[in-house]
Nanobody, 126 residues
Framework: QVQLVEYGGGLVQAGESLRLSCVAS????????LGWFRQVPGKDREFVAA??????????RDSVKGRFNIWRINAVLQSTVYLQMNNLEFEDTAVYYC?????????????????WGQGAQVTVSS
């Protein structure tokens, strides 16, 4: 059974840090790129960061460059992807979703991602 489960959401103050993790299990996720997206009510889901299958390449959206970092650890039938978020801003408040894509590379389009987690709420108070 394929599962993506996010951990680490919560409430923090602006300027603080938070680390999200997502455990992808149920198949060999080392064959999948892994990414993070976020969504606020009334807006489209937007790309945050992605990391390639091996972890050798990554991409982050411009608004979080220098503050967010993504990496992954692959194991047999399970991969874990992390999102370190530093110097959080009120505008980073959203539900964060991890996702897995069979497409090679570090795509930023939600439709390219086949499997999704349930989401983790991140709230940044100003």
């Amino acid at each position: 059974q394929v599962q993506l489960v996010e951990y680490g959401g919560g409430l923090v103050q602006a300027g603080e840090s938070l680390r999200l993790s997502c455990v992808a299990s149920g198949r060999s996720f080392s064959r999948y790129a892994l990414g993070w997206f976020r969504q606020v009510p009334g807006k489209d889901r937007e790309f945050v960061a992605a990391v390639s299958r091996s972890g050798g390449a990554s991409s982050v959206r411009d608004s979080v460059k220098g503050r967010f970092n993504i990496w992954r650890i692959n194991a047999v039938l399970q991969s874990t992807v992390y999102l370190q978020m530093n110097n959080l801003e009120f505008e980073d408040t959203a539900v964060y979703y991890c996702a897995a894509s069979e497409t090679e590379g570090v795509g930023d389009v939600p439709l390219a991602y086949r499997f999704w987690g349930q989401g983790a709420q991140v709230t940044v108070s100003s």
